[in-house]
Nanobody, 119 residues
């Protein structure tokens, strides 16, 4: 039932690193970009980073220079390498992708993975 499977979240000390992974079924053709978003209870879900099929990336200003998004097109997997983590990076992280299902373009979200950064 779950089409985007996330992993890699956890608890880390400020200044540390985590690597998130998100995999779509290998048999589907991802449309355009895959991305990572995050959400905390008091805020709307916000863009963290996106990456296109050709490797073009886009980052939120708050994570530039610290996070790196990448993807493996053959395996329909997107990664988020998070370095120099800050307490304010604490959130539930969701991956996002689109593909065609029975002729219709569908948008999918992962179930979310918790990232907690302690001081």
């Amino acid at each position: 039932q779950v089409q985007l499977v996330e992993s890699g979240g956890g608890l880390v000390q400020a200044g540390g690193s985590l690597r998130l992974s998100c995999a779509a079924p290998r048999g589907v053709s991802i449309i355009s970009a895959m991305g990572w978003y995050r959400q905390t209870p008091g805020k709307q879900r916000e863009l963290v980073a996106t990456v296109t099929k050709d490797g073009s990336t886009n980052y939120a200003d708050s994570v530039k220079g610290r996070f790196t998004i990448s993807r493996d097109n053959a395996n329909n997997t997107v990664y988020l390498q998070m370095n120099t983590l800050k307490v304010e990076d604490t959130a539930i992280y969701y991956c996002n992708a689109e593909w065609y299902l029975r002729g219709s373009r569908r948008n999918y979200w992962g179930q979310g993975t918790q990232v907690t950064v302690s001081s």
